[in-house]
């Protein structure tokens, strides 16, 4: 049988009576409990319910038919009639008195009626206070309400159910999975799920939603996709494919201009044969977050959320060791789902029906620490969430707009549909900003596939991590708004390119073209993240991000040897700026010795003010000439 994504997301059982129910029926009227027994094997369900009053005008103490008769309204989507057919036996006079307020305590409860779902539990006996508890918390969250104003995205939405919306970081791009021929109020059961795309306008609409066609969307289901933060890569879950691992697995595209590359299954250990559902790829560029049943869960059984490190190839493809629970406190003996890391890649948002909420699946965040520790979950509060589902829910890179689906916040005909909001200060991730490019052949003028990193000066942590586009060349990095960034360009065969983010003020007023030369004899790059003590050959800690860089740069070309040179500006004697760099291009060499470089492969060289590149007769041009160069000298 054909799988349905949303469907296996939130499959829930009804509390049907049991099958021994008919052995111990609480009525002592044949005829009554022969008719019950013949409602319970009834599939038509105003049938089924017709049946069973048949059974109540015999014995207006048959409980077990006013459950039932409870049980399929519920079915039916009837929240009116499932809760009446309770309340007639939530009565002392009544058998299986608790069982009963036990069953429409949760009615009430899973429809925000708090108040009465906790009186309720009351009556139906001590035993119940973990529930009750429950409704307290719903109580208070409901006193404390948070700024919500949704927006129908009308374009982006389809006349049919629409769902698990995708932002790209830069807010102008969103994608959704949409349940082709499901309309609201109707059952299909030819109805599947393909991936649909909308692009920001540049008169601020949204243009309309569109399946993204093939090879992405089949005549399978396909749908719960999230992009990178960047509109590279697109993951999503494709169920029952010949390639597929198990039922439902997760399945990535590469961008290559307008079009996106065949679905690329990365198999074991990412996918199992067990359940695996809403990717989420870090900003990092190394962590992909998901929920799976697999064996490992917090509580033994059950949806969890899991992480799997990423590695990058150069020609963009992915590779993903064997995947960790993220344990407690996210994952709960319950259920967690539906994660979204955010382009900070500090805030989670997922989805619980484990943590303190309104009943459901309810949105919630966690942050984690430097260390990698992640804060007790917040509930995102009401009314974003509600006694109903809430699942599928993205922010934008500056944290100031989230996106959800819902079926409940207008009665307007078209079922789920998505909506944007703004979300309330409290609940933002920390902003974040960008800067974007092109990288080509410095030769040919022609794209390049290369790999971009971003990273923090101070501590060497990658904070963005992707490819250019293969078509284009074009690229966009993201970076948190503080702290101080270095970053690289490299391609196998090429020289790399190094750049730090410092000037914060000019990362959008142009696009970075980043020329990548050839590897040859002579060619020389410039090292811009080399920092050293003020008129000293001391390197500065912040530079050995960069030396780092250098090392994996010759490991990567194992026949390149180089020359580490050293400038000066113009400042001061010619003997003295001679002693100065050659002290400080030694200092450089010597780490790349420390890092594992063989001797024979690395020489150094001061130049003094002999080779200037820019005008020493301004402070500009004179930080320009103190620089230091890797000179390729040899190719093996």
Not at 48 to 60: A, C, Q, R, V
Not at 385 to 392: D, F, K, L, M, Y
Not at 444 to 467: G, R
Request: proline share 5%.
């Amino acid at each position: 049988m054909k799988k349905n994504i949303l469907f296996l997301s939130l499959c829930a059982l009804i509390a049907f009576p049991s099958a021994s129910m008919a052995q111990k029926l609480t009525s002592k009227q044949k005829k009554a409990r022969q008719i019950f027994t013949e409602a319970r094997l009834i599939p038509d369900e105003k049938e089924k319910i017709k049946k069973l009053k048949e059974s109540i005008e015999l014995d207006n103490e048959l409980v077990e038919s006013y459950w039932l008769i409870s049980a399929t309204y519920k079915e039916l989507g009837d929240e009116v009639n499932t809760i009446i057919w309770l309340e007639k036996v939530c009565k002392p006079k009544f058998k299986n008195f608790d069982r009963t307020c036990f069953r429409l305590g949760k009615e009430y409860y899973g429809t925000g009626q708090y108040e009465k779902a906790r009186e309720t539990f009351g009556k139906a006996g001590n035993k119940y206070t973990q529930w009750q508890e429950k409704c307290n918390v719903a109580i208070d969250i409901k006193k404390r309400p948070v700024p919500f104003t949704p927006v129908n995205l009308t374009r982006v939405n389809t006349d049919y159910d629409d769902y698990w919306p995708s932002i790209t970081a830069d807010g102008k791009q969103i994608s959704t999975t949409v349940l082709v021929g499901q309309r609201e109020g109707a059952r299909s059961l030819t109805a599947q799920e393909d991936i649909y795309h909308s692009a920001l306008l540049a008169n601020g609409e949204w243009s309309k939603g569109e399946p993204i066609g093939a090879p992405t969307n089949t005549p399978q289901n396909e749908g719960a996709q999230s992009f990178s933060v960047d509109g590279r890569y697109m993951f999503f879950i494709a169920c029952d494919r010949a390639s597929s691992v198990g039922g439902c697995d997760i399945y990535y595209s590469i961008r290559r201009g307008n079009m996106w590359s065949p679905a690329i299954n990365p198999g074991k250990p990412l996918n199992s044969q067990y359940w695996e559902t809403n990717p989420s790829f870090s900003p990092a560029g190394d962590e992909l977050f998901f929920s799976s049943n697999r064996p490992g869960a917090v509580g033994g059984s059950g949806k969890d959320i899991w992480r799997s490190k990423v590695f990058i190839a150069d020609n963009g493809q992915l590779a993903f060791s064997e995947p960790k629970n993220i344990g407690a406190p996210v994952n709960t003996s319950e259920e967690e789902f539906s994660p979204f890391i955010h382009a900070d890649n500090k805030t989670l948002y997922f989805s619980s029906t484990g943590h303190d909420g309104l009943g459901g699946y309810d949105i919630f965040y966690s942050r984690r620490d430097d260390s990698g520790v992640w804060s007790t979950p917040r509930n995102i509060g009401y009314p974003i969430n509600t006694h109903r589902e809430e699942i599928g829910f993205c922010v934008n890179a500056q944290g100031n707009k989230a996106y959800l689906s819902s079926n409940g916040i207008l009665k307007n005909g078209r079922g789920k549909d998505i909506y944007e909001i703004d979300l309330p200060e409290e609940l933002r991730p920390e902003p974040m900003d960008f800067f974007e490019g092109k990288v080509w052949d410095s030769k040919t003028q022609k794209p390049i596939q290369a790999k971009i990193e971003v990273y923090k000066l101070d501590n060497d942590k990658t904070v963005f991590q992707s490819v250019s586009d293969e078509v284009t060349g074009e690229f966009q990095a993201f970076l948190p708004t503080a702290d101080e960034y270095g970053y690289t360009v490299e391609k196998k065969g090429y020289l790399f390119v190094s750049g730090n983010l410092q000037q914060r003020d000019s990362l959008h007023t142009s696009k970075k073209v980043v020329d990548l030369r050839a590897i040859a004899v002579g060619e020389k790059v410039t090292l811009n993240n080399i920092f050293f003590d003020f008129d000293k050959s001391n390197l500065q800690s912040v530079s050995y991000s960069e030396l780092k860089r250098v090392a994996r740069f010759l490991r990567i070309n194992s026949k390149v040897s180089v020359e580490l040179a050293g400038h000066t500006d113009n400042v001061g004697s010619r003997d003295y700026n001679m002693r100065l760099s050659q002290a400080r291009a030694k200092e450089v060499a010597d780490y790349l010795l420390k890092q594992g470089v063989p001797p024979e492969r690395v020489s150094y060289k001061g130049y003094g003010p002999d080779q200037p590149i820019a005008d020493n007769a301004t402070d500009e041009g004179r930080a320009k000439n103190r620089r230091t160069e890797i000179v390729i000298t040899k190719i093996r």
